[in-house]
């Protein structure tokens, strides 16, 4: 058998499978960034996801995406004016909004696709190949025939590193996550920066939920995100913080959850539940490693 096929789609699907990851780690580092800890973007993630089904189901697979990158807003918003307005505790906020983005997202699915369900009926988006570049050996599928959203993860990155390293702006959110006491005598307003990196963040995982419909699954189920959420979180930290750094990390998530499609490919005689297991159990081998070699954020969950 031809090994380059196995592992050229191997590489593909490492990159399809971290895309959600990407787009929820890469929110995560912004509201991070800030010194708020958003537990809740488990709950913006499944938000997205329904959004980007209702919305496609109606309206096609941008409209979707429209639904989902506001249904993340919405969510983020409901979580800073607890976490952060109100000052409550940031890790029983997030939970208290994840757990009510299960009910309610559940809720909403039945009332509006009924007990038969969203089925495989959602228009999805195809893999939007790059000429020439797409027929590369190897890296051409796995990097240049991905769908758009793929894509859009990838360049977002550099975006938000040129906000938070090359603009006022990122200083300032940096700033008001080492010390918000030193921000607010320089004039800062605390609560606004972090109100406003918490809604972004909540919005990028938004579509996140949204690329994993609309690029990967084509439906909806309840609870589809299945922890990616709180993985996206992992990852910020095996990133060490830093966009590129937070890329790398989903990336390596992702070639560990693809890992187990080309071990059951294999046929090797151990039960599948070891291969689910395996990118979680490597996840917690990662940070073990690295929690307490990095440096977070001085103000992180404050």
Do not use: C
Not at 227 to 241: E, N, P, Q, T, Y
Not at 272 to 282: E, G, H, I, T
């Amino acid at each position: 058998m031809d090994p380059l096929p196995v592992v050229s789609g191997f590489l593909a699907a490492a990159v399809r499978v971290a895309t959600p990851l990407l787009w929820a780690a890469t929110g995560e580092t912004i509201t991070e960034r800030s010194g708020v800890i958003n537990l809740g973007v488990e709950g913006a993630m499944l938000a997205g996801a329904l959004g980007a089904a209702v919305g496609a189901s109606g309206g096609g697979v941008w409209v979707g995406t429209g639904v989902a990158l506001a249904a993340g807003l919405l969510v983020g918003v409901a979580f800073a004016l607890v976490a952060v307005t109100a000052q409550a505790d940031q890790i029983i906020s997030g939970t208290a909004v994840t757990l009510g983005a299960i009910g309610l997202t559940g809720v909403i699915y039945r009332e509006y696709f009924g007990t038969a369900g969203a089925g495989l009926s959602l228009p999805t988006l195809p893999p939007l190949r790059i000429p020439i570049l797409a027929e590369v050996p190897l890296l051409g599928p796995a990097l240049f025939a991905q769908p758009i959203l793929t894509y859009a993860a990838i360049g977002i990155v550099p975006i938000v590193w040129l906000l938070v390293y090359r603009t006022r702006w990122g200083l300032v959110l940096r700033a008001v996550g080492e010390s918000r006491e030193a921000a607010r005598v320089a004039g800062v307003h605390v609560g606004a920066v972090r109100f406003a990196a918490t809604v972004a963040g909540s919005g990028l995982a938004g579509l996140g939920g949204a690329s994993l419909v609309l690029a990967q699954v084509g439906t909806f189920a309840e609870q589809m995100t299945a922890g990616r959420g709180f993985v996206a979180i992992a990852i910020v930290v095996l990133g060490r913080w830093h966009p590129f750094g937070v890329m790398l990390a989903a990336l390596l998530f992702g070639a560990a959850n693809a890992s187990q499609y080309l071990f059951q490919a294999m046929s090797l005689d151990v039960p599948y539940q070891v291969f689910l297991m395996l990118p979680y159990f490597l996840t917690i081998v990662a940070l073990a490693g690295v929690v307490g070699q990095v440096r977070a954020p001085a103000e992180l969950g404050k």
